[in-house]
C-alpha cells in the first residue's frame, strides 16, 4: 500500500474514505499477525507509516463528518 497524501484524502468522498480506511485496517492486522507469529518484524518502517496513514485518514474523516 502507499502512502497517502492529506490532499489526497481531502479530495475523496467520505465513502471512499471508510473504504479506503477498511482497506488500510486490512492490511495492518495482516502486517502485525504476521509478525506475532514470525516473532520479527519484516520492515518495521512500513508498520509505522501505515499507523501513521490509518491515523491521518481517521483525522480527515472526523473533519469532514463535523462539516456536515
Do not use: C, F, W
Not at 5 to 19: G, Y
Not at 34 to 63: C, Q
Amino acid at each position: 500500500m502507499v502512502i497517502i497524501r492529506s490532499k489526497e484524502i481531502r479530495a475523496m468522498e467520505v465513502e471512499e474514505i471508510q473504504k479506503k480506511l477498511d482497506e488500510l485496517l486490512a492490511e495492518h492486522s495482516k502486517i502485525v499477525s504476521k509478525s506475532a507469529a514470525a516473532g520479527i518484524y519484516d520492515n518495521p518502517g512500513k508498520v509505522k507509516e501505515l499507523k501513521r496513514t490509518i491515523a491521518r485518514v481517521l483525522t480527515i474523516m472526523n473533519e469532514k463528518t463535523k462539516e456536515n
